[in-house]
């Protein structure tokens, strides 16, 4: 197979995961709170109704021939259980993957196996480490995946400050100041 042609294949398969993460059901295959890594819920469902949709070409693929190629394109398995596996990349981001599936080479060396312990996510265990990409702080996407990063940090706070009970104040004009104390029920933000 020509350079070429192993570059076209490699962007393709980038961008069909990508397609996959996006469209395909969330209970199935999605990416974790802080957008850095995806997990597969259910390798079954994965290898008998996603796979075959979108690599219809080569009609062989299985789910084990779907983890192969992740890692030959330098994917890391992050956390493995019964029926679901997480997969990582540095530079392989829910805001970044799209760029970046043009761009990516395959990568013969395999990284190391990153284990995630209880129910911290993974962006407070693992770091992201600095790309060519995301070192400019004017970068779009360097700030959404901030902006994920932050709101699963608040999110997942014990002491979260938008959960506490409002304290009883005399002057009349805190709310316009100080309006989030008066939260007293657990909120969803949606962006």
């Not at 397609?19 to 295959?29: G, M, Q």
């Given at each position: 197979?020509?350079t070429?042609?192993?570059?076209?294949?490699d962007?393709?398969?980038?961008r069909?995961?990508f397609r996959?993460?996006?469209?395909?059901?969330?209970?199935?295959?999605?990416?974790?709170?802080?957008?850095t890594?995806?997990?597969?819920?259910?390798?079954?469902?994965?290898?008998?109704?996603?796979?075959?949709?979108?690599?219809?070409?080569?009609?062989?693929?299985t789910?084990?021939?779907?983890?192969?190629l992740?890692?030959?394109?330098?994917?890391?398995?992050?956390?493995?259980?019964?029926?679901?596996?997480?997969?990582?990349?540095?530079?392989?981001?829910?805001?970044?993957?799209?760029?970046l599936?043009?761009?990516m080479?395959r990568?013969r060396?395999?990284?190391?196996?990153?284990?995630?312990?209880?129910?911290?996510?993974?962006?407070?265990?693992?770091?992201?480490?600095?790309?060519?990409?995301?070192?400019?702080?004017?970068?779009?996407?360097?700030?959404?995946?901030?902006?994920?990063q932050?709101?699963?940090?608040?999110?997942?706070?014990?002491?979260?400050p938008?959960?506490?009970?409002?304290a009883?104040?005399?002057?009349?004009?805190?709310?316009?100041v100080?309006?989030?104390?008066?939260?007293?029920t657990?909120?969803v933000?949606?962006?």
């Amino acid at each position: 197979m020509t350079t070429l042609a192993t570059a076209s294949s490699d962007v393709t398969f980038l961008r069909k995961v990508f397609r996959i993460l996006s469209h395909e059901n969330a209970l199935v295959v999605a990416w974790d709170v802080c957008g850095t890594q995806f997990t597969v819920k259910s390798t079954t469902t994965m290898n008998t109704s996603i796979l075959p949709h979108y690599f219809r070409s080569t009609g062989d693929m299985t789910y084990a021939t779907f983890r192969k190629l992740l890692v030959v394109h330098g994917f890391s398995m992050a956390h493995q259980s019964h029926d679901s596996e997480s997969f990582r990349h540095a530079e392989y981001t829910r805001s970044s993957a799209t760029a970046l599936a043009s761009t990516m080479k395959r990568r013969r060396s395999v990284q190391p196996k990153h284990a995630s312990s209880g129910n911290v996510p993974s962006c407070h265990l693992h770091q992201q480490q600095p790309t060519r990409l995301n070192q400019r702080a004017d970068n779009p996407s360097n700030n959404n995946d901030n902006l994920w990063q932050l709101l699963s940090v608040v999110c997942t706070m014990q002491t979260n400050p938008l959960f506490e009970l409002p304290a009883i104040r005399s002057d009349p004009c805190t709310f316009a100041v100080d309006g989030w104390a008066d939260l007293t029920t657990p909120a969803v933000v949606c962006l």
